[in-house]
């Protein structure tokens, strides 16, 4: 039996007050009505940050422009195990139209610490964290999980992990593992923007 030793976030109160946020968006050139999707962690071979920017590029341009996905850094350069799959990424958003790849935002140095990654959490609406359906996901503890909650972040997972048995109300939103369903969650938030006129 394999017991998970819990990581709990401290929680910090108005994390993201209006004015942090706007000030935040303003710093990252992210317009004050966007939907902000933030990947905090590196985009790793066992995630699907990969396949969720093709369902992006995918997706309508009337669409697609209410999204911004917004992406610190794709990992440390120094990890070559991931290489492959970082070149994936850049083909990715080669291939997209360049109206939407606008709206992807990936920034180049890994070594922001937590100060750094601050305005990223103050201008985000949503956290992000896809992994692949496999065994490791079950079990796994991500730390990016823990950094969104005590950001006061509502999260966007994958089903089949940790999180799934956990009661932390509504500020799940659970996935399937394919390029439909992540087309499905950016249909579904765009219409919900404009039932809140987001």
């Given at each position: ?10 929680i ?10 706007l000030e935040?968006?303003?710093?990252l050139g992210i317009?004050s009505?966007?939907i902000?999707?933030l990947?905090?962690?590196?985009a ?9 920017l093709s369902a ?12 911004i996905i917004?992406?610190?850094?794709l990992?440390n350069?120094d990890?070559?195990?991931h290489?492959?799959?970082h ?7 080669k ?13 180049d140095?890994w070594e922001?610490?937590?100060?750094g990654?601050?305005?990223?959490f103050?201008a985000a609406?949503?956290g ?5 359906e ?5 079990q796994s503890?991500?730390?990016r999980m823990?950094e969104y ?6 999260c966007i997972v994958?089903?089949?992990s940790?999180w799934?048995q956990?009661?932390?109300g509504?500020g ?6 394919n390029r439909?369903?992540f087309?499905?969650?950016?249909q ?5 923007s404009?039932?809140l006129?987001?």
């Amino acid at each position: 039996r394999i017991l998970i030793s819990k990581l709990v976030p401290e929680i910090r109160v108005a994390a993201s007050t209006l004015n942090g946020r706007l000030e935040a968006r303003k710093k990252l050139g992210i317009d004050s009505d966007s939907i902000v999707i933030l990947n905090a962690g590196g985009a790793w071979k066992w995630t699907q940050f990969n396949e969720f920017l093709s369902a992006f590029a995918s997706l309508p341009e009337a669409i697609a422009s209410k999204f911004i996905i917004l992406q610190p850094a794709l990992g440390n350069v120094d990890n070559k195990e991931h290489q492959e799959y970082h070149l994936e990424t850049l083909h990715i958003l080669k291939g997209m139209k360049s109206n939407i790849r606008n709206r992807v935002l990936i920034g180049d140095t890994w070594e922001l610490g937590k100060d750094g990654l601050k305005p990223y959490f103050q201008a985000a609406d949503f956290g992000l964290n896809l992994n692949l359906e496999t065994i490791e996901n079950w079990q796994s503890y991500r730390v990016r999980m823990v950094e969104y909650l005590e950001n006061q972040l509502p999260c966007i997972v994958s089903k089949g992990s940790f999180w799934d048995q956990e009661d932390v109300g509504k500020g799940i939103l659970f996935l399937g593992h394919n390029r439909d369903d992540f087309s499905n969650l950016f249909q579904e938030l765009f219409n919900e923007s404009k039932n809140l006129k987001i």
